[in-house]
């Protein structure tokens, strides 16, 4: 059978699982369609995007304002390549950097790219800057991280299936617990040149911190001359109701680390944004990226950075992340779920194990229709678009109320 020959979702998957690697166990959904928070497969089936491709959506499939953004920059140049400028680079560095309250952007493509660069970044910084010995360059790390799935990333990974067999692994990494801040502390030394954190583990299971967790490790940070780097590429740009999570304890890191909704859904957009300080350490020919910053990346990601200076989609994140917390709290309460955690539009629940596990729970609620997705067994990610309605969101909570057998209490 070949894909021109397959046209239900059966047949489309069957042919996926024969001539595609199986490094991802998806939902056995097929998408053909999409728009708002809403996907619709190859038979007409209408589901309610609960995912929001790991907050790469958070401004919903098909934004008019990205899609035209995109479809203006098709006609003119989509690619030149850093061996030339292009008119949208210095507008797409500079607005984004004002965003972050930072002076450079270094572009990217995707998360692990840019996770890569920062890994990059520090060393040299740490070397030409704070005098660590060179080979000697260490950067601390938490347990139950996901940055990524590159040799470099994994290397520092606690995660058995993202890890093993994929040896040798590049040292310079010590983890310790997250959320630990006497375990940080004592791991920082003189040859820690950086702290790489996610403010909430998305992959996890939207783990949040202990309150002020944040705000130690910036100081500790910055007493020992040790940059700070945030992974926000799934926590930032409005998913929890800031600009970036690391704002909930007013904490300004060193170093963000971008991605996901700053390419809208549309193209990848990755980014390293921090001071000219840190940024400055690179010299021609050191890193780089053919698409890194092409011009049909910055045309999208200016209009993101655009959509955000408004404020609209992070009050709409406060607002209706409030009410997903609430309802969920009923599930808890009635014993469907052992734990409710997140910040935003942005949950993590852990299923009772009466009630089935996570990829079980995922599938009973998309026969009905509404998609999310599982990770560690028990656990289900609720993080939808942020421009879903209330009466959508409550659609949606209401199937997964029904899949638990909960009753609001």
Known sequence: MTTAAANTSSELISAAEAHSAHNYHPLPVVVATAEGAWMTDVEGKRYLDMLAGYSALNFGHGNRRLIDAAKAQLERVTLTSRAFHHDRFAAFCTELAELCGMEMVLPMNTGAEAVETAVKTARKWGYKVKGVPEGRAKIVVAADNFHGRT?????????????????????????????????????????????????????????????????????????????????????????????????????????????????????????????????????????????????????????VVAMLRTGEFQAR???????????????????????????????????????????????????????????????????????ISKDDLDWGLGHLREVLGARSA
């Not at 994929?166 to 702290?195: K, N, R, W």
């Not at 998305?202 to 001359?225: C, K």
């Open 151 to 303: 040799t470099t990333i994994i290397s520092f990974s606690t995660d058995p299936e993202a890890r093993a067999d994929f040896g040798p692994y590049t040292p310079g990494f010590q983890v310790v617990p997250y959320g630990d801040i006497e375990a940080l502390d004592a791991a920082v030394d003189a040859d820690t040149v950086a702290v790489l954190l996610e403010p909430i583990q998305g992959e996890a299971g939207v783990l949040v911190p202990p309150p002020g967790y944040l705000a130690e490790v910036r100081r500790i940070t910055a007493e020992r001359d040790t940059l700070f780097i945030a992974d926000e590429i799934q926590s930032g740009l409005g998913r929890t109701g800031r600009t970036f999570a690391c704002e909930h304890e007013d904490v300004v890191p060193d170093m963000y680390i971008l991605g996901k909704a700053l390419g809208g859904g549309v193209v990848p957009v990755s980014a390293v944004v921090s001071s000219a300080a840190v940024l400055g350490v690179f010299q021609p020919g050191e890193h780089g990226s053919t698409f890194g910053g092409n011009p049909l990346a910055c045309a999208v990601a200016l209009e």
């Open 317 to 387: 994140a406060t607002e209706l992340g409030d009410h997903l917390h609430q309802e969920l709290r009923r599930f808890e309460s009635a014993g469907a779920v052992t734990a409710i955690r997140g910040r935003g539009l942005w949950a993590g629940v852990d299923i009772a194990f009466d009630h089935g596990t996570g990829r079980q729970v995922s599938q009973a609620l998309m026969e009905r229709g509404v998609l999310v997705k599982d990770t560690h067994g028990q656990t289900i990610r609720i993080a939808p678009p942020l421009v």
